[in-house]
């Protein structure tokens, strides 16, 4: 596609319950990130794939959290037991090689109620 | 311990001013400083960026100094457009294989017409 697409847009749900966010980079970019994104703040890293791996798992907050990126294209992110301070907007973003000028999606913005 | 500070939340400036967004860091160990914008519901979007061996960058109406001995990093938008109104985040890239971002916590910019 055109750009980095993150689906929902908008999610609310229960405290406690699972939720899985999706993100479907720019067509052949190697390099896949989540960053997560508070209010008032700026976004902060979560994890880094190259290709299929995890290459990069250090800024997951703890073992709710959890990310895949199986085929090497789209990934998802995971999230167990969701506590209110989860609430956030969850950004991806893509680049062809892990360089600086990668390309953000919209973001998933997760309320946990 | 915050990386990478801007202590100003918010500024506003007359369209066709000089608008000026400041950032400071602590870490010496990064290879590339970089602003994003973003807009209302959008992710960052790329803007521009700094190697740490410059001191000056300059693109059209944008232009990133790097005070490597004051660990500061200022960007200069001149003329200022009301179009240019977003939050702008500074962010420093590490210079392990992970090319992870760290942001700064944002400055609302708004251009007055």
């Known amino acids: 596609g055109a750009g980095v697409s993150q689906t929902p847009s908008n999610k609310v749900t229960e405290k406690g319950k699972y939720v899985e966010l999706r993100c479907d980079p720019i067509s052949g970019h190697t390099a896949l990130y989540w960053y997560r994104q508070s209010l008032g703040q700026g976004p902060e890293f979560l994890i880094y794939?190259?290709?299929?791996?995890?290459?990069?798992d250090s800024g997951l907050p703890n073992d709710r959290f959890f990310a895949v990126r199986p085929e090497g294209s789209v990934s998802t992110l995971k999230i167990q037991r969701t506590e209110r301070g989860d609430s956030a907007v969850y950004l991806c973003?893509?680049?062809?090689?892990?360089?600086?000028?990668?390309?953000f999606g919209s973001g998933t913005r997760l309320t946990v109620v | 311990d915050q990386q990478v500070k801007q202590n100003s939340p918010s500024l506003s400036v007359q369209e066709g001013r000089i608008s000026i967004l400041n950032c400071d860091y602590t870490n010496s160990m990064f290879d590339y400083f970089l602003w994003y914008k973003k807009y209302p519901a959008e992710g960052p979007t790329f803007l521009i960026s700094?190697?740490?061996?410059?001191d000056k960058n300059e693109d059209g109406r944008f232009t990133v100094f790097l005070n490597k001995s004051a660990k500061h990093l200022s960007l200069h938008i001149v003329p200022s457009q009301p179009g240019d109104s977003a939050v702008y985040f500074c962010a420093i890239r590490g210079s392990g294989s992970a090319r992870q971002l760290t942001f700064g916590s944002g400055t609302q910019l708004t251009v007055l017409p």
């Open positions: 794939f190259q290709g299929t791996g995890a290459a990069d």
């Open positions: 700094i190697s740490s061996i410059k």
């Open positions: 973003a893509s680049s062809p090689d892990g360089n600086y000028g990668y390309t």
